[in-house]
Nanobody
């Protein structure tokens, strides 16, 4: 089992920045690929970014490429999402997830990000 807890959400003006954190406990963090997803009101949950176990490779959705950066600190069992140049369309609940056996198995409760225009 893996427990995930997101933090760092809030209200920010367009053009601003936020950094989300996701603290993991339970299973060995360094063995898990990690990801961030988001869900806006009335929309399906969508992929934002992911990072491999070592942090050596990262992948991003086109909508956030160049603005968001995913990183991890395996010593702290934490994954981060640095969000810059935020837009109103980035408003959503952001979730972190941990992957096992090719699927996203564990999910956090989410943190709200609201970007005002």
């Amino acid at each position: 089992q893996v427990q995930l807890a997101e933090s760092g959400g809030g209200l920010v003006q367009a053009g601003g920045s936020l950094r989300l954190s996701c603290a993991a406990s339970g299973r060995t963090f360094s063995s898990l690929p990690m990801g961030w997803f988001r869900q806006a009101p009335g929309k399906v949950r969508e992929f934002v970014a992911q990072i491999t176990e070592s942090g050596g490779s990262t992948y991003y959705a086109d909508a956030v490429q160049g603005r968001f950066t995913i990183s991890r600190d395996n010593a702290k069992n934490t994954v981060y999402l640095q969000m810059n140049s935020l837009k109103p369309e980035d408003t959503a609940v952001y979730y972190c997830a941990a992957g096992t056996t090719g699927t996203w198995t564990y999910w956090g409760q989410g943190t709200q990000v609201t970007v005002s225009s």
